[in-house]
């Protein structure tokens, strides 16, 4: 059985969909596959309301020779979210993030 590459990272984000703007948390899930870097990022409100999560892949042939695949695919993940619209509206705003251990 082949063992799964995994990283996490987490992500401090702003809020835009409301007013005021308020600070939630997310993270992203890395995983190494065959032919591509799958990550799948969540972000949830204090309660543990999910406000959304999106799942794509970066395929592995974009990712220079000798360049670490989850650092190649970390900003196609951020600016997934950055781009993650409510009702028409930009959601988030990444104020920060950090690869987890």
């Given at each position: 059985?082949?063992?799964?590459?995994?990283?996490?990272?987490?992500?401090?984000?702003?809020?835009?969909?409301?007013?005021?703007?308020?600070?939630?948390?997310?993270?992203?899930?890395?995983?190494?596959?065959?032919?591509?870097?799958?990550?799948?990022?969540?972000?949830?409100?204090?309660?543990?309301?999910?406000?959304?999560?999106?799942?794509?892949?970066?395929?592995?042939?974009?990712?220079?020779?000798g360049f670490d695949p989850f650092d190649f695919a970390?900003?196609?993940?951020?600016?997934?979210?950055?781009?993650?619209?409510?009702?028409?509206?930009?959601?988030?705003?990444?104020?920060?993030?950090?690869?987890?251990?």
């Amino acid at each position: 059985m082949n063992e799964v590459l995994t990283k996490q990272a987490y992500v401090e984000i702003q809020r835009l969909d409301k007013r005021p703007a308020k600070a939630v948390e997310g993270s992203i899930t890395f995983e190494l596959r065959a032919d591509c870097v799958y990550y799948t990022w969540r972000v949830e409100d204090a309660a543990g309301k999910l406000l959304g999560s999106v799942s794509r892949g970066v395929t592995l042939r974009l990712v220079p020779a000798g360049f670490d695949p989850f650092d190649f695919a970390l900003p196609h993940a951020l600016e997934s979210l950055k781009r993650y619209q409510i009702l028409r509206r930009t959601a988030f705003e990444v104020k920060t993030w950090a690869w987890l251990s």
